[in-house]
């Protein structure tokens, strides 16, 4: 059966770097970064804008799920409630084993990273309190399994993950 993946968790935390390494791991695997489908200059949030964020994020999903070239799918985005993934998960619908993995870091593990995002010029300073205010969102209960990113290298993150999705993994 195909798998569908979300790793989600606070800007900064290690997404994109952890799918990375689950993209070698768990090939033949896509991986879509939910910032993809949002790239907008300005950046605004609109009802439209959302709206066309959740429809392109849905209609990837689904073609990569729906490719036989593809046998698990990595969707990485900053996912704060329940309701955004259910929404997703209703637009992409089934066909899919789904597992949703979020990873959360300590106030200064993820301002440190921000920090130096910042100064190799991928990020804007901004972000850093932003990334930072996201942090309690995570706290609840989303379903899924929280993983704590602090002192880990994302391979170490990524393993970890792929071991529990593996067929006979650890739920």
Not at 42 to 65: D, I, M
Not at 68 to 82: D, H, N, Y
Not at 108 to 126: F, I, K, M, P, S
Request: aromatic content about 8%; proline content about 4%.
């Amino acid at each position: 059966m195909k798998r569908l993946i979300f790793v989600n968790g606070p800007m900064g935390v290690g997404k994109s770097t952890v799918c990375r390494e689950l993209q070698k791991l768990l090939a033949p695997c896509a991986y879509l970064d939910g910032d993809w489908c949002w790239d907008l200059v300005p950046f605004t949030v609109t009802e439209e804008t959302k709206e066309l964020v959740l429809g392109n994020a849905a209609h990837l999903l689904r073609s990569f799920l729906d490719c036989s070239a593809v046998e698990t799918v990595l969707f990485a985005w900053v996912l704060p409630k329940r309701e955004i993934i259910d929404e997703l998960l209703s637009r992409v619908g089934g066909g899919a084993e789904f597992r949703l993995f979020t990873l959360t870091a300590g106030e200064q593990t993820l301002a440190a990273r921000l920090e130096a995002d910042v100064r190799e010029g991928r990020r804007e300073a901004d972000v850093i309190a932003r990334a930072l205010s996201y942090i309690p969102l995570y706290a609840a209960d989303m379903g899924g399994v929280r993983i704590g990113t602090d002192g880990l290298a994302a391979a170490d993150v990524a393993r970890t993950i792929a071991d529990m999705v593996r067929p006979g993994g650890r739920k």
